[in-house]
């Protein structure tokens, strides 16, 4: 029974990430091991599971109905050991995150050592990723999002304030190129742009003028799919960034930044926790979103 439960628990872990090494450094074993677990399974059940090549591990047709039968079974013995969480003390157990880099840094990155002291037996597994992905398949308890990229059919919770935007660049490039006075001039400037990588096409800015909505597709010769980079490339006079106000507000003091088109930068939905709808809440996340809904009271 132990081998069996080890083989499937390897078998979920290599579909969800489709690499015998990424599997393995979720489980904490090594890739050769998850080989040897994966094939005494397939001895066990007389049928091939997975297709491997030196590039790539998918699933055969048997291992495609096969994982659809067993995720859900799986999910019920994961709740089950969660649910005696609740005869502890204390939440425990480990809490998988999905979130974009800027989401842990506004939401949780400042209070994460006070989270992690308030509950020892809880340890966090956060994947920083800008692309929204299925948190169902990729075996995460909760994700961090903005308000308006949500996954449809979560139970979802603001724990941050909505996002105030802004139009930056840097005084060398105003030097040159001047300012724009209206949305409509973006389109004679350098603008950074950023890449999604959950669709792979360029971020449009969503502007305002009164209850009028702006979107602006703009251009420019630089493009990142990492939103961490655009301010740095507005500071290095690459061109016009669009960005959260927090995060350039500094700068702005600063003078290694200025603002334009105030008039007409919008207030976007805050960031969000959000998670499956399920009966059962495990204790761990809910201890997690009761530490988020205080931290936004504060």
Same mark, same amino acid.
């Given at each position: 029974?132990?081998?069996?439960l080890?083989?499937?628990?390897?078998?979920?872990?290599?579909?969800?990430?489709?690499?015998?090494?990424?599997?393995?450094?979720?489980?904490?074993?090594?890739?050769?091991?998850?080989?040897?677990?994966?094939?005494?399974?397939?001895?066990?059940?007389?049928?091939?599971?997975?297709?491997?090549?030196?590039?790539?591990?998918?699933?055969?047709?048997?291992?495609?109905?096969?994982?659809?039968?067993?995720?859900?079974?799986?999910?019920?013995?994961?709740?089950?050991?969660?649910?005696?969480?609740?005869?502890?003390?204390?939440?425990?157990?480990?809490?998988?995150?999905?979130?974009?880099?800027?989401?842990?840094?506004?939401?949780?990155?400042?209070?994460?050592?006070?989270?992690?002291?308030?509950?020892?037996?809880i340890?966090?597994?956060?994947?920083?990723?800008?692309?929204?992905?299925?948190?169902?398949?990729?075996?995460?308890?909760?994700?961090?999002?903005?308000?308006?990229?949500?996954?449809?059919e &979560?139970?979802?919770?603001?724990?941050?304030?909505?996002?105030? &935007?802004?139009?930056?660049?840097?005084?060398?490039?105003?030097?040159?190129?001047?300012?724009?006075?209206?949305?409509?001039?973006?389109?004679?400037?350098?603008?950074?742009?950023?890449?999604?990588?959950?669709?792979?096409?360029?971020?449009?800015?969503?502007?305002t003028?009164?209850?009028?909505?702006?979107?602006?597709?703009?251009?420019?010769?630089?493009?990142?799919?990492?939103?961490?980079?655009?301010?740095?490339?507005?500071?290095?006079?690459?061109?016009l960034?669009?960005?959260?106000?927090?995060?350039?507000?500094k700068?702005?003091?600063?003078?290694?930044?200025?603002?334009?088109?105030?008039?007409?930068?919008?207030?976007?939905?805050?960031?969000?926790?959000?998670?499956?709808?399920?009966?059962?809440?495990?204790?761990?996340?809910?201890?997690?979103?009761?530490?988020?809904?205080?931290?936004?009271?504060?």
């Amino acid at each position: 029974m132990h081998d069996d439960l080890s083989g499937l628990t390897a078998f979920l872990a290599v579909a969800r990430k489709r690499s015998f090494t990424a599997a393995a450094t979720e489980l904490r074993v090594t890739p050769s091991a998850v080989s040897q677990t994966l094939r005494a399974l397939e001895e066990r059940v007389g049928v091939r599971l997975l297709q491997r090549t030196t590039r790539s591990v998918g699933l055969t047709e048997a291992g495609a109905r096969f994982l659809a039968r067993l995720e859900p079974a799986m999910q019920g013995v994961h709740e089950a050991f969660e649910s005696l969480g609740e005869l502890r003390d204390r939440p425990a157990g480990l809490l998988r995150l999905n979130m974009p880099r800027y989401g842990y840094q506004e939401v949780l990155g400042s209070r994460l050592a006070e989270f992690l002291a308030a509950y020892p037996d809880i340890q966090v597994d956060i994947q920083l990723d800008d692309a929204l992905v299925d948190i169902i398949e990729q075996g995460f308890d909760a994700g961090f999002r903005v308000g308006d990229l949500m996954e449809r059919e &979560m139970i979802a919770i603001q724990v941050s304030d909505d996002i105030p &935007m802004a139009v930056v660049g840097s005084p060398s490039y105003f030097a040159t190129h001047g300012k724009p006075k209206h949305p409509r001039d973006l389109r004679h400037h350098d603008c950074i742009n950023y890449r999604s990588r959950t669709t792979g096409g360029l971020f449009r800015w969503n502007l305002t003028e009164g209850e009028k909505r702006i979107e602006v597709a703009v251009e420019g010769r630089v493009i990142f799919d990492d939103s961490e980079l655009l301010v740095a490339a507005a500071v290095d006079g690459l061109g016009l960034a669009f960005a959260p106000e927090n995060r350039i507000r500094k700068l702005v003091a600063e003078k290694r930044l200025a603002r334009v088109l105030e008039p007409y930068c919008p207030t976007l939905p805050g960031f969000f926790l959000y998670y499956p709808s399920r009966a059962h809440v495990a204790p761990k996340l809910k201890a997690l979103i009761d530490f988020v809904k205080v931290g936004r009271r504060r």
